[in-house]
């Protein structure tokens, strides 16, 4: 089957062995994959967390239909419609945990199923298990912009949040934001953003920030967070090192978290799957969580879609189709 495999020089694809599941595991006819900034990395085998990526087939999520069950599986049959999270969708076939699968009807576009699986899974853990989000809250969402940051808001908004502010380096896309469920949408770039956010708090600050960014934000996130409230540090778009205010953080006791895949056993990433499915799927289906799909590329032309997303010149997703 063809793939788009890691290689030295990033993305290459090639014609390998379709997988063979293993008794957890479901076999999947990929009829669309989404692309995430992960990618890029695993594309040439850079960084700690996917240096083992080189010559093996990326793509962290994917939908399609199920081929192939292994033997311990239970719930699903040949022919169930699924979007997934995991290894290997860039390519016409991909295993998964079946645990990490989520069936859907025939209603839902494929295209749409495949940029879901891995924001869901993440701006639910986010806000909700770690943020610990309750009704009436304040919530600021750093790097709004970016899928994660988008589903962060809907979810915030549709569980009860009050003041929902995202920030944005870029005016059009902080345009947009109000779209997903921003009440307030700052530019980062503006020295008053913090005083500004404050100043719609009341002077409180938010109960929690869901931070895409890092970096040397970090210091402003803690500023503009309410006493005993709660930063979830889930992206660094930013940077990975900063200075870092340990007094502020102490002054305000905050619960500072940091949430990553990268660790995580497959159990630990089934519950992650179990809950949000349990807290959000009624809302997936009707359409009220969703991404913009920014644009669509053939598996052929995956090296060009990287380029795409190294420019950073989306919103939304990028989409594979093989």
């Known amino acids: 089957m063809r793939a788009g495999v890691a290689g030295e020089n990033g993305l290459e694809l090639r ?4 997988p063979v599941p293993t008794s957890e595991q479901v ?30 087939p990326i793509g962290r999520e994917w939908a399609g239909e199920v081929v192939e069950i292994g033997r311990d599986v239970q719930g699903f049959k040949v022919g169930d419609l699924v979007m997934c999270s995991g290894m290997g969708g860039y390519a016409e076939y991909a295993v998964t945990d079946a645990g990490l699968a989520l069936k859907f009807d025939g209603t839902f576009d ?4 495949a940029t879901l699986p891995l924001v869901l899974m993440t701006a639910h853990d986010a806000v909700i298990t770690n943020g610990r989000l309750q009704n009436g809250d304040a919530v600021l969402v750093q790097g709004a912009s970016s899928a994660v940051g988008l589903m962060a808001l809907q979810i915030a908004r549709l569980k009860g949040a009050g003041i929902v502010a995202g920030t ?6 902080r345009n947009r934001l109000s ?3 921003a009440t307030h949408a700052l530019d980062p ?10 100043s719609a708090t009341e002077g409180k600050g938010v109960n929690l920030v869901v931070d895409m960014v890092s970096g040397s934000s970090v210091n402003l996130s803690m500023k503009v967070a309410a006493v005993r409230g709660r930063v979830v540090n889930v992206g660094r778009l930013g940077g ?11 002054a305000k006791r905050l619960d500072y978290i940091g949430v990553t895949f990268r660790t995580r056993t497959v159990a630990e990433v089934r519950e ?7 807290d959000l799927w009624k809302d997936v289906q009707a359409g009220r969580l969703s991404l913009p799909i920014d644009s669509s590329f053939s598996l052929a032309d995956a090296p060009a879609a990287h380029k795409h997303m190294a420019a950073n010149a989306h919103f939304g997703k990028i989409v594979l189709i093989p």
């Open 168 to 173: 944005s380096t870029n005016a059009e896309r």
């Open 27 to 56: 076999l999947v006819r990929v009829a669309a994959a989404g692309m995430n900034r992960i990618d890029l990395n695993m594309a040439k085998g850079a960084g700690a967390a996917t240096k083992d990526s080189l010559g093996q």
């Open 110 to 113: 494929m295209k749409q199923a």
């Open 189 to 198: 770039k503006d020295a008053s953003w913090a005083d500004a956010l404050m």
């Open 15 to 18: 014609e390998i062995a379709r």
């Open 272 to 278: 992650i799957v179990s809950r949000m499915r349990e």
């Open 179 to 181: 779209e997903f469920g």
């Open 240 to 250: 990975t090192k900063a200075e870092f205010d340990f007094d502020l953080h102490a």
